[in-house]
């Protein structure tokens, strides 16, 4: 615990998950209020939240299904990036529907993402322990950002400010996912046994 905790790659995944959740958080609660705002009735808005669901579980497919071809945090960057794109489309409501998408196909992922960036970087000697503490981040996270949409919108009339400001947290949570560097503790590969069977191997630490 004291190497991870003392690492950077700890740090940059726990602020890289605050930043995400802060954002998912923020804009799927307040998005019918957004959309409200922005001249939809209470009935429509509701209505196109349908979208955050289905999106939610194919974002976790795709997900699961990229990192086991791509490295992880290239996945997770792209992944974080898509709020960017749902904040424009949301507040411009050029496409509420595809910003809603976009939003939704994020939401989960950041959950995901905390397993196995921890498998990877952190080995499964103290897991459990270490996943809790990054979910912990998450958890914050998702506090703030309800709380910080709904501070501007009742201090200055407008959900501009936090949309800008959610904008940014989504750039620097991407840059942070990619300073993570390659992984510590590589894949479980399958090695062959006496009798031609294939088993596990452990993972073993990369330098």
Not at 177 to 188: D, F, Q, T
Request: charged content about 15%; proline content about 5%; hydrophobic content about 50%.
């Amino acid at each position: 615990m004291r190497e991870a905790l003392g690492g950077r790659r700890f740090w940059l995944i726990a602020c890289a998950l605050l930043l995400v959740s802060t954002v998912t958080q923020g804009l799927v609660v307040h998005t019918v209020p957004l959309l409200t705002d922005n001249g939809y009735s209470p009935e429509a808005a509701a209505t196109l939240m349908i979208a955050v669901g289905l999106s939610t579980m194919a974002g976790r497919l795709l997900s699961g299904y990229l990192v086991d071809k791509i490295f992880a945090p290239f996945v997770a960057a792209s992944f974080f990036l898509l709020p960017c794109l749902g904040i424009y489309l949301l507040d411009s409501t050029i496409s509420p529907v595809a910003g809603i998408i976009s939003l939704g196909l994020a939401y989960r992922h950041r959950i995901d993402m905390i397993g196995f960036l921890t498998s990877r970087y952190f080995g499964m000697k103290r897991f459990g322990q270490l996943y809790g503490y990054l979910f912990a981040s998450f958890v914050v996270g998702s506090a703030i950002g309800p709380y910080m949409m709904g501070l501007a919108f009742e201090r200055l009339h407008s959900y501009e400010p936090a949309l800008w400001t959610f904008g940014a947290f989504m750039l620097l949570a991407s840059a942070a996912i990619l300073s993570l560097g390659p992984y510590r503790y590589p894949a479980e590969e399958r090695a062959p046994t006496g009798d031609g069977l294939l088993v596990d191997a452990p993972a073993t630490e990369r330098a």
